[in-house]
């Protein structure tokens, strides 16, 4: 038999929910009988034989009794409410609700103990139960708890008016000390009936209202319901969009590969033609400067198809690499504000020369966007890092701007997402290239100080540049 597990706990819901029960446990000394002056009101109506001092008796019963109530009563909601427990990935719901009767009868256990008050587990806690396993079966977790919290204080306050009827004094209702003593006085008076409507009228008056907000929570969470899956729908559309401009991307980059090394081709052909000739003729510095070019032929046919395949791979040094990216943005308006400090300048990195550098660009450009154009600083740098005898290259991005604000951060490596609206194809990008390479990208941000990220590669070997 598969175990119970805890799927979702709400630590700060729970702790709510258990101070509530304890201030449930306090309220019997905190308001009693005596306060209110039952007593006195049942007594003036005997004397005066005046039923309306036995309404009000009533009233204030039942006052007093959801005042005491109702903290551990919500107490216990939210407690039950704060726990999500599963066996087979299926959710519980008899269980959950069993939480009720575990809380109920020992906060009535210690209410007995403490103050020598009596209370009865009857309708009020089932009540409680049944609204659980309503609403947890139906998942009403999208709509906000003093909500629900409010809906089930009618229904907890309708059911104390039960308390006060006559007509179910055979039931396990109402058998506290001063319900019957109402009841009693009622029946000496005649005036059963009048108790018996009145308390009716504010069970059915509360128990309305109640059912009134649970339609209004009803149709709130499924109105958030359906925006939850709007909104998944236009992620996967999103996603989709990004998956189709990705792919047609790729076969304009595969003509145009295709494009640019026919031409070179040709020319390498054509270099190696009249590089056969100069051998002939035995002119050694034309011989040289045909294989300067010839070299530089093939470096270009190399970064072409580093474009076009993304998993080739070519050892680079972190100063070569350094320098491209220099090349790259040495037109930018932004290239006065990188400082480069390279203290593994023969460190040799795995990558793809032409997305990796694109990748440390988008990081640049995105510090640039959030420094300030006079006093704004991106620093750019790579150091060596020995970790269980393994060696990497730690490269740095870091800006002195004005930062992301947190409640993003968990979306910035998210396809799509941007705070520039953008394309927000940026960090995404970089996330990809960087783990593509075998590497980690970390990114800490500090509200008006500026945002540092950093990525650790493993060592290559060494290289012949």
């Not at 700060?12 to 101070?19: E, I």
């Not at 905190?30 to 309306?52: C, G, K, S, Y």
Request: hydrophobic residues 45%; negative net charge.
């Amino acid at each position: 038999m598969e175990k119970i597990e805890v799927r979702r706990f709400y630590k700060r819901k729970f702790t709510v929910g258990l101070l509530l029960v304890a201030l449930g446990i306090l309220m019997p000394r905190l308001f009693t009988v005596m306060q209110l002056h039952i007593p006195r009101d049942l007594i003036t109506a005997i004397r005066e034989e005046n039923t309306v001092y036995v309404m009000i008796a009533a009233l204030k019963l039942v006052s007093l009794n959801i005042l005491r109530c109702l903290p551990h009563y919500l107490g216990t909601f939210i407690m039950a409410d704060s726990i999500v427990l599963t066996r087979g990935g299926k959710e519980l719901r008899l269980e959950k609700a069993a939480i009720v009767l575990i809380i109920i009868p020992q906060v009535y256990f210690l209410i007995e103990r403490l103050f020598d008050i009596r209370y009865d587990f009857g309708v009020p806690a089932f009540v409680l139960i049944g609204l659980l396993l309503f609403l947890g079966r139906a998942d009403y977790n999208l709509v906000s708890l003093p909500k629900k919290l409010m809906m089930v204080t009618m229904f907890i306050s309708a059911v104390q008016f039960l308390d006060v009827m006559p007509a179910l004094s055979a039931l396990p209702v109402g058998r506290g000390e001063t319900s019957t003593e109402i009841k009693f006085t009622a029946a000496f008076l005649e005036a059963e009936g009048v108790l018996q409507s009145m308390a009716l009228l504010f069970f059915v008056l509360f128990m309305l209202v109640g059912l009134l907000l649970y339609m209004l929570v009803r149709d709130e969470n499924n109105l958030r319901a359906v925006g939850e899956l709007k909104k998944q729908n236009e992620e996967m559309m999103m996603e989709t969009r990004i998956r189709v401009l990705e792919n047609r991307t790729y076969a304009e980059m595969r003509h145009l590969v295709h494009d640019l090394k026919s031409p070179l081709t040709s020319a390498q052909a054509l270099v190696s033609l009249v590089k056969l000739a100069s051998e002939q003729r035995g002119d050694l510095q034309e011989q040289m400067y045909l294989q300067k070019i010839e070299s530089s032929i093939e470096r270009m046919s190399g970064m072409i198809s580093e474009i076009l395949n993304e998993n080739h791979f070519t050892p680079i040094t972190t100063q070569s690499l350094f320098d491209a990216v220099l090349a790259d943005i040495s037109v930018s308006e932004y290239a006065s504000l990188v400082e480069v400090y390279n203290d593994a300048p023969h460190a040799v990195i795995e990558v793809n020369k032409i997305r990796f550098v694109r990748a440390l660009v988008n990081l640049i450009e995105n510090a640039f966007y959030a420094v300030d154009k006079q006093s704004g600083r991106i620093g750019l740098s790579a150091v060596y890092s020995n970790q269980e005898q393994e060696h990497y290259i730690i490269l740095r991005v870091e800006d002195n701007g004005r930062g992301i604000p947190q409640d993003v951060m968990q979306q910035i490596w998210e396809s799509g997402f941007s705070t520039r609206s953008s394309h927000g194809l940026g960090l995404s990008f970089v996330k990809q290239v960087v783990t593509g390479s075998g590497g980690t990208i970390h990114m800490e941000s500090r509200a008006d100080e500026g945002t540092d990220v950093t990525i650790v590669l493993p060592e290559g070997k060494e290289t012949d540049e």
